[in-house]
DNA sequence: ATCCCCATGTAATGGGTTACATGATTCA
DNA sequence: TGAATCATGTAACCCATTACATGGGGAT
């Protein structure tokens, strides 16, 4: 039930399209909270018969039309109750520690060659955030907006560090087993 | 599509009836797969139809008995074929960085008691952990399974360990931040 | 007998993913 | 005018979540 949240989030940064609210979700919000096209159409239908936003009174809302929204007070004192209201974490799914475990199992070949790839997957989103991070908040800035937003960034620079560094201890792991093969028992 | 693979791997590890993989997935698996109960007899009963499990020929089948599965040799090659096959990371969704983010524009009104709770939460986590730790990596054993289930305890450790630091830092900016009530743009 | 817990399920709902459809604009 | 791209959507399917249902066995 966090759709919705991240939409009033983003149009409250910056009134958009759907189809501009779909690339800051490629770029920046959907680091934590991705979604498609598809979804965010769908819940911004929603989001305007709730009266929760609106269109910007403009254009003609054709079908090839950019239709921009924004927020309005509904929304955001929605979006104020969501954030202040207790939640509990959501229990995590990784299929790459899933696959590791199975791999005790069933033997560990192929699986070398897919965790060298998540390791550069992950150098690379980790270089991606540390550019925002000098594009975005070179030192002397100190906002509250901006300590929140840079708090935020660093989880994400923290997690993929931790990953990188656990893909190399994994790959290193790796390297001294023997090649465990699927034994049938 | 990974729940059928989960269960897989925990069959293996030992042939077991639905309420006891049921709890399994609440201590073991389940750190890094979830599921519940009613996700965990569908997919039982989809495995069964594609001869990839049997139910251990005991006792009678009947509604209030238990019913003990075992994979067979196909179930076996599928989870092999599956652990070798390269996959693409999931996008995370992460609603506590996302309440962040909304904060920043909303204002943080109730957030930093959430944020102790969830860091007590991690913190209670990361024990867990490092009693299995203690009881099931004692140092000295280092066969191959054990290294791999070993470096998999590790990735739960490391994370929980992150988490409740990213959160002290947290809380220590907020403590330091001006109220910021939600104001009206 | 009754109550509670164990064990296996069914049904309804909702969100996410994938594939496809349609109109508008731009450019060769 | 035809192709490519932008922009907004629809439809179908799958998976997860929540609530409820049913039967068996043990304890008081």
New interface residues.
Partial sequence: M?LP??I??AL??KPSSGLELTRRFDRS??????ATHQQIYRELGKLEGEGLIRALPSEQPARGQKKAYEVL?AG?EE??R??????D???????????????????????D??LR??RE??ARQLETYREIERRDFPPGRDE??D???H??L???I??ET?WTQ?LD??LA?FAE??D?P?R?E
Avoid: N
Wanted: aromatic share 8%.
């Fill in positions: 966090s949240h991240a009033l989030t409250l940064e919000i959907g680091y934590f909270w991705s007070p955001r979006l104020a969501w954030t202040a209201v207790s939640q974490p959501k229990p995590h799914r990784d299929a790459l520690l899933l696959r590791l475990r199975a791999a005790a199992v069933v033997g560990t070949t192929g699986l060659a897919d790839r998540h997957l992950h509250p907006e300590r929140l937003r708090l935020v660093r989880a994400g923290d997690l931790f656990w201890h994994a792991e087993l023997p465990m699927e049938q």
